[in-house]
């Protein structure tokens, strides 16, 4: 069967970039089928599953949140703010949850780390200009 | 005396020392924050040609296509324009958030003066300091956006931005951001995101054209309005880490002058010290001389 390329991407990475018989998308007025060969189109997606058969013939779904997708030469763009693996939306979900957790932990201690080293530098600034002032 | 100064300059010394160890360190977490920075940008501009072409491509081919994002007609007269100030959380980074500040500050005066109101967010908690320290009331702030941009935040900030100009709650929202050019050019700009400025896009230059023929499903109109949050989320994502590259790059400037200064003052209390040290050796070898003078005398 013939294959198209998809990519899937969100403004801060590229989840999927892979060859493809078949890409399903769900529209606002219901799904969506595109072959390889199909007619240059733009659709509005919408929050849902994505599904598509790889070349090696298996299926798999992603969630996606709002975007749009579209399909010119035998390539297709999935654009989207995220998308998930919906064949292990626990392990996603707990993925996410870990990463903001580290994310926010690493904005605590980078705040934490700033901070101390502004009042360290403040110290050794006020130290010295103590014992200039005490010489004089 | 002489001691005395030695003990002195010691402890001088030591103070620099670990001041430059400091600023050292800092500067090297920035470089290393700004390289990571340059990534997701270089990546974004990519994202954001793909989008835009799509933007402007639909905007030719329907022209017609007229909603919200495009005319202010929702609104409801509550406040005019709002502002995303994105700047730092931290300080340390030179006259970076002065910077912005002060363009914040004259763009303030100049809406007021025409007799609108604003409202202004902010991305960074020493932005915020600032110009609350100048009188400016800060609806809200989104700390921790501008340090490590991400998704999760762009995606809360935007829908907030789009809720409150699709309720009616202002006419307009501009973002206020430093703009990365090149390591020797950074300047501060006000783009308008909402609504939308259809010129903008009439200029954008396409790599490959689209097919004359193109299918919009279900309809132009809803393709424009999925087409739209994600340039705007995509847009907002390229300002933080525009703003993130030019924080650090700031922070790494302001260190390495740091660190320069404290080379400096070190070559300078090293001679000092080195005098100093001198002197009290002389000193002690003509006491010697001296009191063996004395005693070769007294003999």
């Given at each position: 069967m013939n294959t198209f390329r998809l990519d899937i991407v969100t403004p801060e990475r590229r989840v999927l970039s892979e060859d493809v018989e078949m890409l399903k998308l769900c529209l606002p007025d219901g799904e969506y089928v595109l072959l390889a060969g199909h007619e240059p189109v733009t659709a509005a997606v919408d929050y849902g599953l994505v599904s598509y058969r790889s070349a090696a013939g298996e299926t798999h779904e992603l969630l996606v949140a709002d975007g749009f997708a579209q399909m010119q030469a035998d390539r297709a763009f999935v654009f989207t703010d995220q998308c998930l693996d919906a064949d292990d939306l626990d392990r996603e979900q707990e993925k996410l949850e870990r990463r903001r957790m580290i994310e926010k932990a690493r904005y605590d201690e980078s705040l934490l780390t700033h901070h101390s080293a502004g009042i360290f530098l403040a110290r050794a600034i006020t130290s010295r200009k103590r014992r200039r002032t005490r010489l004089k | 005396m002489a001691v005395k100064n030695i003990n002195e300059i010691n402890r001088d010394l030591d103070a620099i020392y670990q001041t430059r160890h400091v600023t050292n360190a800092m500067y090297m977490l920035s470089a290393s924050a700004m390289r990571q920075g340059m990534e997701r940008a270089d990546y974004n501009r990519a994202y954001m040609r793909y989008v835009c072409t799509a933007v402007k491509d639909l905007l030719e081919k329907s022209?017609?296509?007229?909603?919200a994002f495009i005319d202010s007609?929702?609104?409801?007269?509550?406040?005019?324009t709002a502002f995303l100030v994105i700047a730092s959380?931290?300080?340390?980074?030179?006259a970076y958030n002065q910077n912005v500040a002060a363009v914040v500050e004259a763009q303030l005066q100049r809406v007021r003066a025409d007799g609108r109101e604003t409202v202004v967010y902010t991305a960074g908690l020493k932005i915020a300091e600032i110009l609350r320290a100048r009188g400016v009331e800060i609806y809200r702030d989104f700390e921790g956006a501008s340090q490590y941009p991400s998704m999760h935040h762009v995606y809360t900030i935007a829908q907030e931005l789009i809720d409150i100009y699709r309720c009616g709650f202002v006419r307009d929202i501009y973002v206020v951001f430093t703009e990365y050019e090149s390591a020797a050019k950074q300047s501060v700009i006000i783009h308008r995101?909402?609504?939308?400025?259809?010129e903008n896009f009439e200029t954008i230059p396409i790599d490959a054209p689209y097919p004359a023929r193109m299918t919009y499903e279900p309809s132009s109109e809803e393709v424009f309005n999925k087409m739209v949050p994600q340039y705007l989320q995509g847009y907002l994502y390229g300002c933080f880490c525009s703003a993130q590259i030019c924080e650090n790059l700031s922070r790494m400037e302001a260190m390495q002058s740091a660190t320069r200064n404290a080379d400096e003052m070190i070559k300078k209390l090293t001679t000092a010290y080195n005098t100093a040290r001198q002197l009290t050796i002389t000193s002690e070898l003509t006491e010697i001389a001296a009191a063996t003078e004395l005693i070769r005398h007294s003999v």
């Open positions: - | 022209p017609d296509v007229r909603n007609d929702g609104y409801l007269g509550k406040h005019d959380d931290k300080s340390l980074c030179g995101l909402l609504p939308l400025v259809v």
